[in-house]
């Protein structure tokens, strides 16, 4: 008896085994397909396009379904189907596709996935450019995260960005996204910013851990985890990629900074034809390594070599913005040329979003912003930067003990706003740390301005109220008449 329950214990296990693998296998089947990282970011003309990229375990199809949100019923059914390319890379399969021929100014609800498998991603969505020169954008920079754990406490700072800013049409992140480039970091990075990645489209910097050769020889990943129109003789983005769109009516160059010992001569000379070629009102060069910043980077060889290249592109081709990473604390300075702070910068106080705020009135030089990190890796304040930093600082601050932080920047006409903010690790209560505001006009601009009001008395409104005034005044003369009147009477 005993010999033969044994013997049905051990029948029962292997068959527990038998199903268990079977399971295991069917399960690892099943989300071989599953989307990955899935991301949407700028693609040449920002008001028509966008580039998609994800990935999966397993062989399958690209194909990406996109309908207007107003014409979304919860269905792809009546949506445009596109078909891109699948790839392998670092065991994985990579899945590109542009889409093209959107409308300008509206919301798309997408799903990424594979036609023949029917396997498809979430719902996500995003907005087109409507060439208005009204609009906001979050930055973020450093999550360099290396644990899930890290990545999500990075994408709490990235909701709470989205929810002080609901209205923001787009994402920065300058760069090092991840701090090894594995394969689990950049899955564990498409999870937690999952919501910001399928609800913003994302301009993409390439930071030095996201593929910097001379480093950690991560050929190739920040490349293809994107999918951007290369700016001209960036080759195949062996260490990242640099390009550049507008939106509005700013212009965004988005340098790549792990080119630079010094400076590649092509992307140096693609940068200054591509600022030199936008008419923009408002001029942006993003970039992972700061030119100014109190940071632990600031005297190295490798940021001393590009600054100096950095400073002189920017003065010649009258940069207003420059928004960059890599020393995880916050920095921004005063309104900076040819290294030096420009004086005589005057300032008006005027009201934007219903507050009083006051700006730099058609300022000389740009200011170059380091919004800290939004990750956990923060470092203290560099007390002894090399010349002249600490001159053109007009905030430098550890934000350490503080928490990750974000940017928002708005744009309306010829005004741009710039707030930071810092999340608390605990409570993601949001505190505003700094704020900066630039008003550029031009002539007519002034001139419409200082114009002195002319319609109260051409409109409906002024002549009647001038007419009843003008009856007021004969009644209340009469009035004062009948005394008289009475007294000649008697
Ligand atoms: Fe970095």
Not at 55 to 74: H, N, P
Not at 162 to 185: H, I, P, R
Not at 340 to 358: I, M, Q, R, S
């Amino acid at each position: 008896m005993k010999r033969t329950a044994k013997k049905s214990l051990a029948v029962l296990l292997a068959v527990i085994t038998l199903f268990s693998c079977i399971s295991v296998s069917v399960c690892a089947k099943s989300t071989g397909f599953e989307v990955l990282r899935v991301n949407c970011t700028m693609y040449g003309d920002s008001k028509t396009q966008r580039g998609f990229t994800w990935y999966t375990e397993d062989y399958c199809d690209t194909v990406i379904q996109v309908v207007k949100a107003s014409d979304y019923d919860g269905t792809f059914n009546s949506a445009k189907t596109y078909i891109g390319e699948t790839s392998v890379f670092q065991d994985y399969y990579c899945h590109k596709v542009v889409v093209t021929g959107l409308k300008k100014g509206t919301e798309y609800k997408y799903r990424v996935g594979s036609l023949t498998e029917n396997t498809w991603s979430k719902t996500g969505k995003f907005v087109t450019d409507d060439g208005d020169s009204k609009f906001s954008f979050i930055a973020i920079a450093d999550v360099q995260a290396s644990s899930l754990e890290n990545f999500e406490q990075a994408a709490k700072v990235m909701t709470a960005a989205m929810n002080s800013n609901k209205d923001a049409e787009f994402y920065v992140n300058l760069g090092d996204f991840v701090n090894d480039c594995t394969n689990d970091e950049w899955n564990w990075w498409g999870e937690a910013f999952n919501k910001a990645n399928t609800s913003l489209t994302i301009a993409p910097v390439a930071g030095n851990h996201d593929g910097n050769i001379t480093n950690k020889l991560n050929i190739g990943w920040f490349a293809n985890m994107f999918n951007l129109e290369a700016g001209e003789g960036a080759g195949n983005g062996v260490n990242g990629v640099y390009y550049s769109y507008d939106y509005g009516d700013a212009h965004f160059c988005v340098v790549n900074s792990n080119d630079m010992y010094p400076m590649v001569q092509a992307q140096r000379n693609w940068i200054i034809n591509d600022l030199k070629n936008s008419d923009a009102k408002w001029n942006f060069l993003l970039l992972h390594r700061a030119a100014y910043s109190a940071g632990k980077n600031i005297n190295k060889p490798d940021t001393l070599a590009m600054r100096e290249t950095i400073i002189e592109i920017v003065d010649e081709t009258g940069v207003d913005v420059v928004l960059s990473g890599h020393d995880h604390m916050y920095f921004r300075t005063k309104q900076v040329k040819g290294d030096a702070v420009c004086e005589d910068v005057t300032y008006v106080t005027e009201k934007f979003n219903g507050k009083e705020t006051t700006f730099a009135k058609n300022p000389d030089g740009a200011v170059y912003i380091l919004p800290s990190t939004a990750g956990t890796k923060r470092y203290t304040v560099n007390e002894n930067p090399i010349d002249p930093i600490n001159e053109c600082a007009d905030v430098a601050l550890s934000t350490r003990d503080m928490g990750g932080c974000f940017a928002n920047i708005y744009i309306d006409g010829s005004k741009l706003v710039y707030e930071a903010y810092v999340v608390d690790d605990e409570t993601q209560k949001v505190t505003l740390i700094d704020e900066y505001a630039i008003k550029k006009t031009t002539k007519a601009e002034e001139q419409e301005e200082s114009k002195l009001p002319t319609d109260a008395i051409g409109t409906i409104d002024g002549s009647v109220s001038n007419f009843i005034t003008e009856i007021l005044g004969l009644l209340i003369d009469y009035i004062m008449f009948i005394p008289q009147l009475i007294a000649g009477l008697f």
